[in-house]
């Protein structure tokens, strides 16, 4: 299978975390300026991916194509200079630098593109007067914010966005979501991983459900029931989704 | 009037432990390695110097302009070959490694220049002083070189608070996947800042060769040490706490020595072990500036 026009496609993704296989066969098609949520329990290997994307784990194998072209042994800094870039599960800011710093290590190795400091300032306005302030006296959702904003400053082709609302108030979370279309609207797709099922059906075109390493469900959330869903979700395989047996190695 | 004399000459010589120290707590803040090659890289610095005085006849204190940045370029390479190689096994491989980097230069320098100390000849400029009153007195050297080491410092800070790859050292130091998520290769960083500390430690060792004698054995005996208490009396990954450290090791062991001569280092070290157990996080706390 290979979609034409796919952005990013995952092939038949096998990641192992030591003797632990965490991701088996995973396959996905990312197309251009579309949401992706990938959702599942805790432990599903959501983060593995997305990691893996971003090249922080090795694959075992398969392959990670960004226009076509295999990155999966890229390494992750060159990944940004192609266009995947990733804000990290827990925001992971640097602290003892200044907002404005950050957002500077974020665009030292920038694409060419539409998004820049000012623009992020523009994006989230209280940020322009905290731009002295060390990133380490922010609030969760204020380093969340950065921690975007620090993403964006690289004019991203794919956006990688790790459990935004982790550890976050809910209008807190609902406030960071709000800003989503303004960057699909400048051209990025975003692949994200969300704990929260709701928030991720909300602002999603396709969910892709992981269980145990492997692939439950993918859709659009439309013509997806809460019940299939809820199934893939749990791992109370109907015989319509068609999910294997999970499987681990070693162990 | 000598104790005042004692802990100006003190303050001076803080200075090139200073400079001595800067770049081992650079490593050290940056990629969390502790050089235990430090002083012995020093020593080869000085080694170099004598070797490239020998050949090319320039004046000694202008040697610094070749071998630095001959340091500076061993620096990247070694960090970026040896020292990475054993990063990636565990931290304490690193300590394993540059141990075993400072055996190997002893010896090396042992086997090829003798166990003979040497020094930098730099004529009358080692002796030639000036005086303010009857008894304080200045050597025009030993200033140079306090001056030499705040400005390195000056230059350093600047570097990493306000240019781009200094930034990127201190992202790197705060968080090396989250630099890498912003597409800087964390390796090459790391062998940047291994280039500027190998070229503080050489420059500290050209100076220290001029104001001393030198010999293979010193660079662990003694400059690692004074480097290392620096480090620690002024805190962790602070440059003016290192500044600060220097020149109270300095200032100790100079007051020590008016007392009897054969106690300095001995007090040194006392003051280091007091500083630690009365303020773990050395002067300047936790707060790290690189």
């Excluded at chain 1, 290979?2 to 496609?9: K, T, V």
């Excluded at chain 1, 194998?61 to 076509?68: C, F, R, V």
């Excluded at chain 2, 410092?153 to 090396?176: E, H, K, P, W």
């Excluded at chain 2, 005996?221 to 020149?247: C, M, N, P, R, Y």
Aim: hydrophobic letters at 50%; proline letters at 4%.
């Amino acid at each position: 299978m290979s979609p034409a026009g796919a952005l990013l496609e995952v092939r038949d993704l096998t990641v192992h975390h030591g003797q632990l296989r965490a991701l088996s066969g995973v396959s996905l098609s990312v197309f251009p300026g579309d949401v992706y949520a990938i959702i599942g329990a805790n432990g599903a290997g959501k983060s593995t991916l997305l990691r893996a994307i971003a090249g922080l784990h090795q694959p075992t194998s398969g392959s990670i194509l960004l226009d076509g072209a295999d990155v999966a042994r890229v390494r992750p800094e060159r990944r940004v200079a192609a266009g995947i870039v990733m804000v990290p599960e827990g925001r992971r800011l640097f602290p003892s630098l200044t907002v404005e710093e950050n957002l500077l290590v974020g665009q030292s190795h920038a694409r060419p593109g539409p998004w820049d400091i000012e623009r992020i300032y523009e994006l989230f306005g209280w940020l322009r007067d905290r731009r002295s302030q060390l990133a380490a006296q922010l609030s969760g959702g204020e380093q969340q914010a950065v921690a975007i904003g620090r993403a964006l400053v690289a004019n991203p082709r794919v956006l990688l966005l790790d459990e935004l609302s982790l550890g976050l108030a809910p209008v807190v979370v609902r406030r960071i979501y709000e800003t989503l279309p303004e960057f699909l609207a400048s051209g990025i797709t975003v692949l994200l991983v969300e704990q929260d099922v709701s928030q991720a059906l909300r602002v999603a075109a396709r969910i892709h459900c992981l269980l145990e390493g492997r692939t439950t469900l993918a859709g659009r959330p439309a013509e997806l029931s809460p019940e299939r869903i809820e199934d893939a979700y749990f791992g109370l395989a109907s015989p319509d989704s068609g999910a294997p047996e999970p499987e681990r190695t070693g162990s | 009037m000598s104790w005042v004399n004692a802990i100006i000459q003190g303050i001076l010589i803080g200075g090139l432990y200073a400079l001595f120290a800067c770049g081992l707590s650079l490593m050290f803040g940056v990629m969390k390695v502790i050089n235990l090659a430090h002083g012995d890289l020093a020593v080869v610095a000085a080694y170099v110097a004598l070797g490239v005085v020998g050949i090319t006849h320039v004046p000694t204190v202008w040697s610094f302009i070749l071998v630095v940045p001959l340091f500076a370029g061993l620096g990247y390479v070694l960090q970026r070959s040896l020292i990475q190689a054993a990063l990636r096994r565990s931290i304490l491989t690193t300590l394993l490694v540059t141990f075993g980097l400072s055996v190997v230069i002893e010896n090396g320098l042992l086997q090829f220049t003798s166990a003979n100390s040497h020094s930098l000849d730099i004529g009358s400029l080692v002796s030639d002083s000036f005086s303010i009153g009857s008894q304080i007195t200045i050597a025009y050297l030993l200033l140079a070189i306090f001056i030499v080491a705040v400005a390195v410092l000056l230059g350093l800070q600047y570097f990493l608070s306000s240019t781009r790859q200094g930034r990127l050292i201190r992202a790197v130091a705060d968080d090396r996947e989250a630099a890498q998520l912003s597409g800087a290769d964390y390796r090459h960083v790391f062998g940047i800042a291994a280039a500027i500390a190998f070229g503080t430690v050489a420059l500290a060792g050209l100076a220290f060769g001029m104001y001393s004698s030198f010999d293979p054995t010193i660079g662990t005996d003694q400059l690692l040490l004074f480097a290392f208490e620096a480090v620690v009396i002024g805190g962790l990954g602070s440059l003016w706490g290192t500044l600060a450290g220097g020149i109270l090791l300095g200032v100790v062991q100079q007051l020590a020595a008016q007392v009897n001569a054969a106690d300095q280092i001995l007090a040194g070290q006392l003051a280091f072990l007091v500083i630690l157990v009365v303020m773990p996080q050395g002067l300047t706390g936790q707060r790290r500036t690189a």
